[in-house]
């Protein structure tokens, strides 16, 4: 049961290594497997991973989060907060992130005014906001992190490219929270959480630094040297919270995309399927193998990067594998709320799905 329950846990991961090692007996190891690794994405994930959990670990984004959530004062309005929340969070901390850090919060809020049966529908939004709301910023998401460094994008162009489907994504999610009506809420003002003022300054300054790294201001290997020695003498089990699997999977993805680029059958075909419709191979790749992956694999075969990287945001939306953030949040839902599965799967698939078809739509006519 341990073993399966680790299988279910890091599926991914998993599917990614016997990607890798299948791939291996078709191109022997050599000396050109050097070139599949993309260290400085992988350094810069590690590191903002690394801090996150440390600021995880004192409070700092439930504490701000709830403060946030006490100036609403109906259901609607405590909707649109925990979404833009999220949202914007996904922007600074990664879509993964966001949703461990403010899904309970939204448990929290709704079952302090009685309002569990609001569940699914709170949670798929958050889900979808954290997945969409990565998308302006390179490090949002782990795709767009990759994507951004393998084609050297400028952080203006990046930010130029996704603008358009990120004031979309928070428009249909703004819509989405009219639907819920506006009951009257009365919120406890008081938590036991406080905030260390000391370990706030210090985790913001390695944040800093974590993102000047992604912004290639700094080279990573300062941030390798500074970030684990400082986090190890002040909070070591941040460096143990690390989403290693992630890592791992990126690691085995690389070897496998590097892999099928130099077999000619699959370099031809995959090459030729992008060059017909980058946008919608991406997008549809994404419900099949989920975005990092896609981003990871489908990079190999196009110079098409505004293309594949609005289709593997855009993709994010859809099967519950689309992203790994949407198993993230089903499997927080079924621990939070028990019993009430089929109905999830249900209103996230339609929810989904709605939000898959109107962002690609538009993707399409007004963005590509």
Known sequence: ????????????????????????????????????????????LFLTLAVVCALRNIKFFTILARKLVLFTGNLRTLFLMLVVI???????????????????????????????????????????????????????????LYLYSYYNIDTLEFC??????????????????LFVKPYKLAIDKEFPEKLSTKKTVLYMVL????ILIVFRVI??????????????????DALLMVD???LGTFFFFFIFAGNLSRIDAVNSFLSELLQKDTLLVSTASCQVISNVPSAILLSRFTEDYPSLLMGVNIGG??????????????????IL?????????????????????????AAKLFFV
């Not at 599917?15 to 007996?25: N, R, S």
């Open 244 to 246: 290693y699997p992630l």
């Open 337 to 361: 709320y028990p019993g009430h599965s089929k109905l999830y799967l249900g209103l996230f698939t339609l929810i989904n799905f709605l939000f898959l078809a109107i962002m690609l739509v």
């Open 207 to 210: 944040f800093a630094l974590s």
């Open 160 to 177: 130029k490219i996704m603008l358009p489907p990120f004031i979309l994504a928070i428009s249909l999610l703004a819509i989405a929270c």
């Open 86 to 144: 999220t949202f914007l969070g996904s922007m600074i901390i990664a879509n993964d992130m966001a949703l461990i850090t403010f899904l309970p919060l939204g448990y929290f809020a709704l079952h302090s005014v009685g309002k569990e049966s609001y569940m699914a529908y709170l949670f798929i939004l958050q889900n979808i906001s954290a997945n969409l709301g990565g998308m302006l910023t390179p490090f949002g998401n782990p795709q767009n």
């Open 1 to 44: 049961m341990a073993v399966i329950k680790i299988l279910k846990k890091h599926t991914v991961f998993f599917v990614a290594a016997f990607a890798a090692i299948f791939t291996c007996f078709l191109v022997p190891p050599d000396k050109e497997y050097i070139d599949y690794f993309d260290v400085n994405t992988l350094a810069c």
């Open 317 to 334: 939306t859809g099967t519950l594998i689309a992203s790994l953030a949407s198993l993230i949040t089903f499997s927080e839902f079924k």
């Open 219 to 236: 080279p990573f290997w300062v941030g390798l040297s500074v970030v684990p020695v400082i986090l190890f003498f002040v909070d070591k």
